[in-house]
C-alpha cells in the first residue's frame, strides 16, 4: 500500500537554526498538509498546500514557516529560526479529494 | 468557536468485548468526520469517515454514528482485539468539497487498552 513517508524521524536542534522537515506525499495525490502534535495534546493543522501554492493557513503557520514543493515528488516544511515551543512531532499529509494518509512523524526537539 | 472535544480520554476493555469510543463536536457546521487510530510512534491512520448527510456508516469491524441533533459521533469496534491499542482521534471538517477540505480540526483522544 502507497504511503506517506517523512526524514528524519528525529530531529535536534538549536533554539534559533533553521530546520527542513522532509516528506514524500503518495505520488498520485494532489492536496498536501504538515500537522503538528505538542506532546501530549491536539494534531493541530498548520498548513494546506494544492497547485503549487498555500491554499490554507493555521494562526500557527507564521512568516517563520515556509513550505515547498521543490520538485514533482517532495514536499518540505522550513522553520526559519526555531523556538523552543517549535518542539513537537511533525506530520505529513496528503489526499486526493477524500482521506488524509499522514506519515509517520518527524520528531523535532529544540533545544 | 470550533471544537471537538473527547468524553473518555481512556477506555479499557477486555479481548473479544465491544468498544465504544465517543466525541462532542460543537461546530454546527461541520460537514465531514472523520476517525483515526494512532500508534505510539506512527501518524494518524485512518480508520473510517462520514458525511452529515448520513447518521451511520459501517466498515470492517467498525461502525460510526453520528447523530446531528446532539453533535456527537462515537465509533464502535466489533470484537476488540489487542492490536486495536491505541489513541483514537476523531476529526472534523467544515469544508468538505471546497479548499479546505483537509484542513481537519482533531479531538484530544481517547487511549484504548485491550487486555487479553
Known amino acids: 500500500e502507497p504511503e506517506v513517508t517523512q526524514t528524519p524521524s528525529h530531529q535536534v536542534t538549536q533554539m534559533g537554526q533553521e530546520v527542513i522537515l522532509r516528506c514524500v506525499p503518495i505520488?498520485?495525490?494532489?492536496?498536501f498538509y504538515w500537522y503538528r502534535q505538542i506532546l501530549g495534546q491536539k494534531v493541530e493543522f498548520l498548513v494546506s498546500?494544492?497547485?503549487?501554492?498555500?491554499?490554507?493557513k493555521s494562526e500557527i503557520f507564521d512568516d517563520q514557516f515556509s513550505v515547498e514543493r521543490p520538485d514533482g515528488s517532495n514536499f518540505t516544511l522550513k522553520i526559519r529560526s526555531t523556538k523552543l515551543e517549535d518542539s513537537a512531532m511533525y506530520f505529513c499529509a496528503s489526499s486526493d479529494w477524500g482521506k488524509l494518509f499522514f506519515g509517520s512523524g518527524t520528531q523535532l526537539s529544540v533545544l | 468557536g470550533e471544537s471537538v472535544g473527547l468524553h473518555l480520554p481512556t477506555l479499557s476493555v477486555q479481548e473479544g468485548d465491544n468498544s465504544i469510543i465517543n466525541c462532542a463536536y460543537s461546530n454546527s457546521a461541520s460537514d465531514y468526520f472523520i476517525w483515526y487510530k494512532q500508534e505510539s510512534g506512527k501518524g494518524p491512520q485512518f480508520i473510517i469517515d462520514i458525511r452529515s448527510n448520513m447518521d451511520k456508516r459501517q466498515g470492517q469491524r467498525v461502525t460510526v454514528l453520528l447523530n446531528k441533533t446532539v453533535k456527537h459521533l462515537s465509533l464502535q469496534i466489533a470484537a476488540t482485539q489487542p492490536g486495536d491499542s491505541a489513541v483514537y482521534f476523531c476529526a472534523e471538517n467544515t469544508n468538505a468539497g471546497g479548499t479546505s477540505y483537509g484542513k481537519l480540526t482533531f479531538g484530544q483522544g481517547t487511549i484504548l487498552t485491550v487486555h487479553p
Open positions: 498546500f494544492y497547485n503549487n501554492e498555500i491554499s490554507e
Open positions: 505520488s498520485n495525490h494532489l492536496y
